[in-house]
């Protein structure tokens, strides 16, 4: 393997489909596991819906304090021989190649409990997160073209979605070949999900590059204490980037209302709509289709149009699903209408569901490849790492706190845990009416909520380009006094900073020796 280091070059549609490719592990790694674990666990192994969600959320919770030492990691990872042969950032999505074999280790009923499955699933998720705290910066370290990082994005969600679709085409196969309460439908799933991953990750790591490490600041951390200040210094120091807290408050909005629906979507689908696991993966078949096809119309419009306008369509839209989602819940379990109604409408409302989860799954992704660019304007620093951190941070506790929320939810609801034969247990009428009001008020209420606190984010492609163009002038030597006032204005709104106090001109972050502020 090339290590690639400092090798850049034009970005063709082969480097786009390699990039891409690393969306099959950033969007679809954890769908199965997200989806079913909990339910594999308290009906196969006999854990308790408490302990299930417990082991969900605990690994979450790790999580968010594992990826700011990633990125911390990886942000300095070019002081080392293995960093500038492998690479600061694509060595870690080497490291997690081998941990993908975690997956399927996971769906295996033992009789070690409790301590076996939490430990596989911690490994799982750090692998999960090697590659999420290092994509995202590659897409920067790659290209600084509005366009290229666009389609770059809109690439790898085209084969999350590509993920999303052979995923329902496993589960179905595997549940509907060999049997829904069997375990071994779980782990032939689950292997053959990793293997995919596998492979996705090799192409990622030979299809891309990073910045030359000469371009890089290198920051000499004396010792591990200073190293560990360091660390907590820059990551709250991210908070104070006027556009990053704006992208942030959406991005856990959605992340929250997205867990929620991983959370509990299998126990909604079998529970409330009655509908049997191998029938879901079928129906969903043509909406994953959509979500593939139409991922282009959200990167054409975004490209076009800005952000605001795509970004209500898809968080209002998603919301509206929700809502009709659980009408037909309700008539199930009411006895209103029979599950033949929930199987009809569940593939139509699915599509149109998945056409507006495109949406909100990319759009933050656009603004938020350009905050390192903020954060040099205002820092003089290149902290691809730092933001990637923050972001997997607050994204991690969201999605814990979605679950934690689920098991408590679940085990209040009376869910009557097995060891398997689940079928042959009645659940009562509180399990289906607890999941349909968990997914109506943490579902739909924060795509709710995530379509206001859009109204605060402001960035399109002529401010990103304004942007690249001034830090560019000032890195390359361009006096701070020589700045138009349009272009004044504009860096001011976007870090919350005066212009005067940018550009290393203020206490923002660990305060290096060896970065001076520009003139």
């Not at 080497?94 to 975690?102: E, F, G, H, Q, T």
């Not at 109604?341 to 656009?366: E, H, N, R, S, T």
Request: charged share 15%.
């Amino acid at each position: 393997m090339s290590s690639k280091i400092g090798k850049k070059r034009k970005i063709t549609v082969w480097t786009r489909l390699g990039f891409g490719m690393g969306g099959m592990a950033n969007s679809g790694a954890l769908t199965f596991t997200n989806s079913y674990m909990v339910m594999f666990l308290s009906t196969e192994c006999g854990l308790s819906a408490g302990e299930a969600a417990f082991i969900a959320s605990a690994a979450l919770y790790l999580n968010a304090i594992v990826c700011p030492l990633i990125g911390f990691v990886a942000d300095n990872f070019y002081a080392t021989k293995i960093g500038r042969k492998f690479g600061r950032r694509r060595f870690w999505i080497l490291v997690a190649i081998p941990m993908m074999a975690a997956e399927p280790l996971i769906f295996i009923v033992t009789p070690y409990g409790f301590a076996y499955y939490l430990t596989l699933y911690i490994i799982y998720n750090i692998a999960y997160s090697f590659v999420t705290s290092n994509l995202s910066p590659l897409t920067i370290e790659m290209t600084e073209d509005y366009k290229e990082r666009t389609y770059l994005t809109g690439y790898k969600h085209v084969f999350g979605n590509v993920s999303g679709f052979l995923m329902a085409t496993l589960v179905g196969f595997g549940f509907g070949w060999f049997g829904e309460t069997n375990p071994f439908s779980y782990f032939i799933i689950a292997t053959i999900n990793a293997s995919i991953m596998i492979v996705s990750l090799i192409i990622v790591y030979c299809s891309t590059w990073e910045r030359r490490p000469e371009e890089i600041v290198q920051e000499k951390i004396d010792g591990v204490w200073e190293g560990v200040k360091k660390l907590v210094i820059d990551v709250l120091s991210t908070f104070r980037n006027r556009s990053f807290r704006h992208v942030l408050s959406i991005v856990i909005s959605i992340r929250f209302a997205a867990a929620c629906w991983s959370a509990c979507l299998s126990f909604f689908i079998v529970y409330a709509l009655g509908i049997a696991k191998s029938y879901e993966s079928v129906m969903e078949m043509p909406g994953k289709v959509v979500a593939i096809v139409c991922t282009a119309i959200w990167v054409a419009w975004m490209v076009k149009k800005g952000f605001h306008g795509p970004w209500y369509v898809s968080t209002l839209g998603a919301a509206g699903c929700i809502i009709a989602f659980n009408i037909f819940a309700a008539g199930s379990v009411t006895g209103v209408t029979d599950v033949t109604v929930a199987m009809i409408a569940y593939p139509i409302i699915f599509a149109i569901w998945k056409f507006f989860y495109v949406g909100f799954q990319y759009l933050p992704d656009v603004p938020m490849n350009y905050m390192p660019d903020v954060d040099e304007l205002i820092t003089l620093r290149r902290r691809e790492g730092v933001y990637s951190s923050a972001q997997q941070f607050v994204q991690q506790i969201a999605s814990a706190l979605a679950v934690s929320l689920w098991g408590i939810v679940l085990s209040f609801s009376g869910f009557i845990a097995t060891t398997g034969n689940s079928d042959q247990v009645v659940q009562p009428l509180s399990v289906p009416i607890s999941i349909c009001a968990y997914m109506l008020i943490g579902c739909a209420g924060f795509f709710i909520l995530a379509a206001i606190l859009g109204r605060n984010l402001h960035i399109d492609k002529k401010q990103c380009d304004t942007l690249c163009a001034e830090v560019k002038r000032v890195r390359e030597g361009g006096k701070m006094e020589d700045v138009e006032p349009d272009v004044k204005a504009l860096c001011e709104q976007l870090s919350g900073f005066p212009y005067e106090k940018c550009f290393g001109h203020n206490n923002v972050g660990y305060q290096e020796k060896t970065v001076k502020p520009a003139e």
